[in-house]
């Protein structure tokens, strides 16, 4: 009798673990429980940092490969890794705006994409089944996305594993390129588990959300030269951000981050971080999106990661670039958390938030204008997983300070509390929380500190700098495709060593309540490569008042006066008729001052534009180019364009709006359901116990 009692107690007790580890698997993400990530052979096969690794790309027709690359069109080869062949793998160009440089500056040296298992599901490099080739564009020290993803891993943040590798093809040297574990199906393994969530990677305005997405991009209309990507007539140290003498990251002298004097971040004067009087931040701006028109970023408020409403169509450029499969319930959790986040209501309740506190620590160290805090807003990818939101980085080629094209003091000295372009952190909500309490910034703060202990302490950044050019510098000696002399390199990397010194001592102020700047001396951000791609462009050394050497394009003199240090304006223009600009500069293009008014201190406007009928501008301006305001009235008084009207200037491709999201690559298919399976088992574990309960009982 007592083992028959002894037997009943011991069957319940298996019945009652396995219900509670059934409900522990089923609600696991609610409950904060992630599947752990696994070691995977390719860490410490090719992402074996220590040395340059050696890929051969074999192709029995890579000169029309070559030719049709902005097409993103995948082709087939055979790949050799360090001795070990893999046949029948997929293979296409990638980029954004470096696709279309690379052929404009007469080279054939593309970023390239590799997908091992393109052809044959399954397949893979030890693991590993997408790998980028990035080739290093715009970057003179050829580390800077190196660096970052190794600190950002180091530090605790989701980062990809890269390493370098000399490429050649068909046997033939072709260049040293960075290798770079694609942000995929293997990484979401690697970090997350067999139950990683859903990743996407937000985009509007055709930038990075997917393959395709950066092939139709016009770096003029978004007044950037087209063969260097640098802003168009906007390149000297001197002029910090902005055209003229004085003029701080804006065009004319006082005009604070913005076009006309008094107009802080913005166009007109009182226009606060927008485009027009009183329209702060410009909101219901591109898109339709809330909070963030023309002062806050090109992007829409989806790819702010800002809540807009329940509607997943309010979302697009964040569901149509998702690169797992979703489902409306993933969609709508999605949602929910954006919600939440915006409000600043309990936003650790939706993220992974010592991850996405990490994340920023790093980020906003390096100063990436070309990024979620920057005016693109773009190039960065977005997990989820139940329920719970993290950031993970991408795209670092233009860090430390090159894509804003600044002086160096600007870069180094940038607020680790303020770093979004031309915005407020409350712009961006996933950087907007952090500042939304005092807990949350003083825990940002703390990690700030342990960054700077743990890389600057004993010098181990520059070390790491030292010892990776140490490594690379033989290779990129020899490395026939480069896209700067060796020469150059030496002067990145010394750059580069400076900067982070320099701006490891500015952080360390800002932290310690310490306002005052830091002196960057000599410092040239364009010896680290530029959106010109090492030619000198934005911050480089062709300059405006106080730059040296000619300007771009080789302009000639204007007709009646000459630039205040005798540098040429971009193309040669000539004084426009009626006015001159405020000490005798010609603005690009030379155009005529508009009918019917000047602007505050006789300068014009690029393109010449008249004033708009039904209305003019606060104190004469003009919008460039002579467009009308939308509705053919005044100025809107709540920064939005009233009436749906069209924005100045239009969009790429068109005065309308661009088209909801882009192509979005493959969706690969996912296991069944987690919480179903377990649900499942814990049944079947369930009927085998009572099963074995039954049976005992009958025995006895």
Same mark, same amino acid.
């Given at each position: 009798?007592?083992?028959s009692k002894?037997?009943?107690? *011991?069957?319940?007790?298996v ?6 580890l ?11 429980l ?11 096969s ?7 690794h ?29 001795g070990?062949?893999?046949?029948n793998?997929?293979i ?9 440089s ?7 040296r ?13 397949k ?14 715009q ?6 996305d ?10 605790? =943040?989701?980062?990809p594993l890269?390493?370098? =590798? ?10 040293l ?5 694609g ?19 937000p985009?509007?305005i ?10 139709d991009f ?5 007044g ?13 140290p ?8 004085? #003029? ?11 076009g006309?004097?008094?107009g802080?971040?913005g166009a007109f004067?009182?226009g ?12 219901? +701006?591109?898109?339709?999106?809330a909070?963030? @028109?023309?002062?806050?970023g ?12 329940e ?6 450029n964040?569901?149509?670039n998702?690169k ?29 938030a010592?991850?996405?506190?990490r ?28 329920g ?5 980085p991408?795209?670092y ?14 870069a ?50 520059d070390?790491?700098? =030292? ?16 896209f ?8 990145g ?10 701006? #490891? ?62 540098? =040429?304006?971009p ?9 001159t600009?405020p000490?005798g ?10 009918e ?11 393109g ?14 003009? *919008? ?9 009235? +005044?100025?809107p ?6 009436g749906?009207?069209?924005?100045? +200037? ?11 999201? @882009?192509?979005? @690559?493959t ?14 088992? +814990? ?8 099963g ?9």
């Amino acid at each position: 009798m007592s083992t028959s009692k002894q037997l009943d107690k *011991l069957c319940l007790s298996v019945v009652a673990l396995c219900l509670v580890l059934t409900l522990l698997f089923m609600f696991s993400a609610s409950l904060g429980l992630q599947a752990a990530a696994k070691s995977v052979k390719y860490a410490g096969s090719l992402f074996d940092d220590s040395r340059v690794h050696k890929i051969d790309i074999v192709m029995e027709d890579w000169d029309s490969f070559i030719q049709s690359c902005e097409n993103e069109e995948y082709a087939v080869c055979t790949v050799v890794v360090d001795g070990s062949k893999h046949a029948n793998i997929g293979i296409r160009a990638k980029g954004n705006t470096s696709l279309s440089s690379v052929k404009s500056l007469g080279s054939q040296r593309y970023s390239f994409k590799l997908e091992f298992d393109h052809n044959q599901s399954g397949k893979s490099l030890d693991g590993l089944d997408k790998l980028c080739l990035n080739n290093l564009i715009q970057d003179n020290s050829m580390m800077k996305d190196y660096l970052v993803y190794r600190m950002m891993a180091d530090f605790g =943040a989701d980062a990809p594993l890269c390493s370098f =590798a000399w490429l050649t093809v068909n046997g033939e040297d072709w260049g040293l390129y960075l290798a770079v574990e694609g942000v995929e199906d293997s990484f979401l393994a690697r970090n997350y588990g067999s139950d990683p969530g859903e990743l996407y990677k937000p985009d509007s305005i055709g930038f990075g959300g997917g393959r395709g997405n950066g092939k139709d991009f016009n770096p003029e209309d978004f007044g950037l030269d087209a063969a260097d990507g640098s802003p168009s007539g906007e390149t000297s140290p001197d002029a910090q951000q902005g055209g003229f003498p004085g #003029a701080q990251q804006g065009g004319f002298p006082g005009g604070q981050q913005g076009g006309f004097p008094g107009g802080q971040h913005g166009a007109f004067p009182g226009g606060q971080q927008g485009g027009f009087p009183g329209g702060q931040g410009g909101q219901e +701006g591109l898109n339709g999106g809330a909070r963030g @028109g023309p002062g806050g970023g090109m992007g829409s408020a989806d790819v702010k990661l800002q809540y807009v409403d329940e509607d997943p169509a309010s979302y697009s450029n964040i569901f149509d670039n998702a690169k797992t499969e979703v489902s409306e319930a993933d969609q709508q959790r999605l949602i929910a958390a954006l919600r939440q986040l915006s409000a600043y209501e309990e936003p650790t309740q939706v993220l992974d938030a010592d991850e996405v506190l990490r994340y920023f620590v790093v980020h906003n160290f390096v100063c990436n204008g070309d990024s979620y805090t920057g005016s693109m807003i773009h190039n960065y990818y977005l997990h989820e997983q139940g329920g719970r939101l993290g950031m993970i980085p991408w795209d670092y080629n233009l860090a430390f300070g090159a894509f804003q094209g600044g002086s160096a003091a600007s870069a180094v000295n940038e607020s680790i509390d303020s770093p979004v372009s031309g915005g407020d952190p409350d712009d961006r909500p996933m950087l907007g929380w952090i500042f939304s309490d005092e807990s949350y910034t003083a825990r940002y703060h703390a990690l700030f500190s342990d960054f700077l202990a743990r890389w600057f302490s004993e010098g181990q950044l520059d070390a790491e700098i =030292a010892r990776t050019a140490e490594l690379i510098r033989p290779w990129v000696e020899r490395d026939p495709t480069k896209f700067c002399t060796l020469e150059a390199f030496d002067s990145g990397v010394a750059a580069l060593r400076d900067f982070v010194s320099l701006r #490891a001592q500015a952080v360390e102020r800002q932290l310690e309540g310490d306002s005052s700047p830091v002196d960057t001396g000599d410092l040239q951000l364009s010896d680290m490569g530029s959106m010109g791609g090492g030619r000198g462009g934005p911050g480089g050394d062709a300059a405006f008042p106080g730059g040296q050497g000619a300007l771009p394009g080789g302009g000639a003199f204007p007709e009646g006066g000459t630039a205040p240090n005798g540098e =040429a304006l971009p193309g040669g223009g000539a004084f426009p008729e009626g006015g001159t600009a405020p000490n005798g500069e010609t603005l690009p293009g030379g155009g005529a001052l508009p009918e019917g008014g000047t602007a505050p201190n006789g300068e014009v406007l690029p393109g010449g534009g008249a004033l708009p009928e039904s209305g003019t501008a606060p104190n004469g301006e003009t *919008l460039p180019g002579g467009e009308a305001l939308p509705g053919g009235g +005044g100025f809107p008084g709540g920064g939005g364009f009233p009436g749906g009207g069209r924005l100045p +200037g239009g969009l790429p491709g068109g005065d309308g709006l661009p088209a909801a999201g @882009g192509e979005t @690559g493959t969706a690969q298919a996912q296991p069944a359901d987690p919480a179903r399976t377990w649900l499942a088992v +814990g049944l079947s574990v369930l009927v085998l116990a009572l099963g074995l309960l039954i049976a005992a009982k009958k025995q006895y």
